[in-house]
């Protein structure tokens, strides 16, 4: 069904690392989410007023929820595929990430709505008429909502893995929230249709407490929605699926001795960036070490679609010195903690003074601060009578 849909509807369908392409299967996915929510949001709607079921018609404004959040979807693709100009020279593919937020900002305020008049009809309930061919009728509509659920789910997380869209993801997690949430819609339906069949009168709404519970599902998946495109607009050390792959091609191309400093960042969904130091022999000549680092950029671009920017490390190479130093350095940083690493060693000479430089490595949540393991450093170098200036940048990680 998704690839017929595909192959109706997307010009080119298989070649998702194109821009317009990749577009388009959002935009697919958007209008899906509209026509299919619009009918459950109907159905339910008018099931639920003729029933008086709030749980119902708390769900069916669920339905409404998410008919908006394609709605949001679709204008955050439309206007993601917009070239880069002068004041966004990356492009505005991020557009989608604020799409995701809104969608979230949506999920939570129609969550909390619903929440407040679920209350207001436990506070007013009254025991009223139950008529079971509605509620048989009820029975059929939430089961048949549910399967359609359940296919939206699958709709938008196999899309959002196709083109790798935290929107559409998030969306196809709302799905499945929905699907719980009209499960205890349905199940409200039937233990009420029971009661009545055993001639049981409820002294309470059960329906509006199953709203409440619905609702409470739903801001709490809104705030996980929102987290998410939160974290994303601030910048987090993205790893993209491709960065184990793009990182062997690049140590295994001649010439190259080693890297560190892998920084993954992006604009947008095929907005890749990678900056990284690259260790080159200090030997080459400067054309030769300049040409090996641009061809390593420009295959990583054209193989992968990623933009990489190499920082390029010389290396002193079968230098006695230096590995005496690095055997030292990393004995005991292997003693201290192996948690610590260390990178780009070298002896620096200036003005007839020897500087030690290199970058410690530590992680973010370290509990000793950056100067006690610095003065741990200087006391190895004492003890073995190396008069050495250091001279060290922190690296977290």
Do not use: W
Request: contains cysteine; hydrophobic residues 45%; negative net charge.
């Amino acid at each position: 069904m998704i690839n017929l849909l595909r192959k109706l509807f997307i010009k080119d369908y298989t070649n998702i690392k194109n821009e317009n392409v990749r577009v388009a299967h959002g935009k697919l996915s958007a209008f899906f989410g509209i026509f299919s929510n619009l009918l459950l949001f109907i159905i339910k709607l008018l099931i639920g007023i003729f029933t008086i079921n709030m749980s119902i018609i708390s769900d069916s404004f669920n339905n409404l929820s998410d008919m908006s959040s394609s709605f949001v979807t679709l204008i955050g693709f439309h206007f993601s595929k917009k070239p880069a100009d002068y004041e966004h020279p990356y492009g505005h593919e991020r557009i989608e990430y604020i799409a995701e937020l809104l969608v979230g900002i949506v999920i939570i305020f129609s969550g909390c709505i619903l929440i407040y008049t679920s209350i207001i009809r436990i506070i007013d309930y009254k025991i009223e008429t139950i008529n079971p061919t509605l509620e048989y009728i009820s029975i059929g509509i939430l089961i048949f909502s549910i399967f359609v659920k359940i296919y939206q789910a699958y709709f938008n997380y196999k899309m959002g893995k196709l083109i790798n869209s935290n929107t559409l993801k998030a969306t196809a997690i709302d799905s499945r929230n929905d699907v719980i949430a009209t499960s205890l819609a349905l199940i409200g339906v039937i233990v009420v249709l029971i009661l009545y069949f055993n001639d049981i009168r409820l002294e309470f709404s059960l329906d509006s407490i199953l709203g409440i519970i619905i609702s409470i599902y739903v801001v709490f998946s809104g705030i996980g929605i929102l987290k998410e495109s939160i974290n994303t607009l601030i910048g987090t050390n993205e790893d993209f699926e491709e960065i184990d792959e793009i990182l062997n091609e690049i140590k295994n191309t001649p010439k190259v001795l080693g890297i560190h400093d892998v920084r993954c960042h992006s604009y947008g969904p095929t907005k890749k960036y990678l900056t990284m130091d690259v260790e080159i022999n200090s030997q080459l000549s400067l054309i030769e070490a300049h040409n090996a680092i641009d061809e390593i950029e420009k295959n990583i671009k054209n193989k992968f679609n990623v933009n990489l920017t190499i920082h390029m490390d010389p290396i002193l190479v079968d230098d006695d010195e230096t590995y005496n130093l690095e055997t030292i350095i990393n004995k005991s940083l292997l003693d201290y903690d192996n948690k610590i690493g260390y990178h780009d060693l070298r002896i620096i000479n200036k003005d007839n003074i020897k500087i030690l430089s290199f970058d410690l490595e530590i992680p973010y949540d370290y509990d000793k601060s950056n100067e006690e393991i610095i003065d741990y450093i200087k006391n190895v170098l004492i003890k073995n009578n190396l008069k050495y200036e250091l001279d060290i940048e922190i690296d977290k990680k």
